[in-house]
């Protein structure tokens, strides 16, 4: 899916109009109830400030957690407001409730320039079934939709996609980088293109794996994944996760990677432990070489070396999931020598949120990536070239 010509909130004039920004304040909290990550608050800042420097009405909304449908102040998106209101040097207020008395009254007294943030979406059942009723009346409180939650741009709820429906539709900012940035290693990368993938399964990545067969000059396989590709390869990988009915479809992939000319990398040594246990007992071998009882849990320091030198002199690197049970000390080091080589490459880098987002930032990489996506899942279904029902929506530059 080509999203190039998606229109932003530089294509439309905002002064003076009430405008329903989508963001994602999905943010984590300690056990005292305080944000302990306001990454996700920070990234959208960028549209914020936009619209309330061009004298626009904002009222922001979002979800967090999983509050199934119902009023649970466990979930309130209040926190996110002390929060704004600090980063804003302004009173951002608070509605009481998503579509009810508070929300629109406050909708309608909002002067140029000032900030409401409504109630967590998901406390109505009909948000996640993008009921067309209630993307009516999230609608009716604004005269345009902007959306900038990527991280929720592959799901078709009543916030992310059904407004749209009843209101001019652009992307903020950050929505914006993300279909800039990713779209354009898709359809122009500069070469040569290098995709890393990681992970436990193929199932999960099969998707993606076909879509990149067809983009890149490298495919690099790493993780719980790559002992799938091992089997098929006839080695003995002892106790190492597999998924046995994917095993033909790795030979598959293999023989189309040979006959597209793609470098197909996997690991060549392996850090092998007795049991999944951060503790466990562990040593190197090589790939083909598993003793029976004991299974993969990293790649080796010669596999490292290799996948860092197929880095050397990228042009584009895209790289999702991590190389090894990446959150244990003991099976870290695959993922921070990839982590490391991703940052020297020079390469226009593209990292797919989720663990490996995780890792660049705890080893200090991310201010030497180009690119860190703040959407596990959305990245991941950008990358296999499905449609994104939260951009598809946006109306198209003239």
Known sequence: MNYLNKKTVEDIDVAGKKVLVRCDFNVPFDGEGNISDPKRIDEAMKTIQYLVDHKAKVILCSHLGRPKGEFNMKYSLA???????????????MAKDVV????????????DGEVELIENVRFHKEEEKNDPEFSKQLASLAEIYVNDAFGTAHRAHASTAGVADYLPAVCGYLIQKEISVMGGALTDPKRPFVAIL??????????????????????IIGG?????????????IGTSICESDKVDLAKD?????KEKGVSFLIPEDTVVATEYKPDAEHKVVDSDKIPADWMGLDIGPKTREKFAN?????????WNGPMGVSEWENFAEGTIAVARAVAESGAISIIGGGDSA??????????????ISTGGGASLEFLEGKVLPGIACLNEKE
């Open 224 to 236: 719980g994944m790559a002992y799938t590709f091992m089997n098929a390869l006839g080695y003995s």
């Open 358 to 371: 995780a890792a660049v930032e705890k080893l200090g990489y991310a201010d030497r990536m180009t690119h």
């Open 100 to 111: 009810g008395e508070s929300a629109k009254s406050i909708a309608a007294s909002l002067q």
């Open 198 to 219: 990681g992970g436990a399964k193929v199932s999960d990545k099969i998707g993606v794996i076909t879509n990149l067969l067809d983009k890149v000059d490298t495919l």
């Open 253 to 257: 992939i293999m023989a189309k990677a």
């Open 310 to 318: 197929a880095l050397n002199g990228a042009g584009t690197v895209v």
């Open 79 to 93: 926190p996110v407001a002390a929060y704004l209101s600090k980063a804003l040097g302004f009173e951002v207020k």
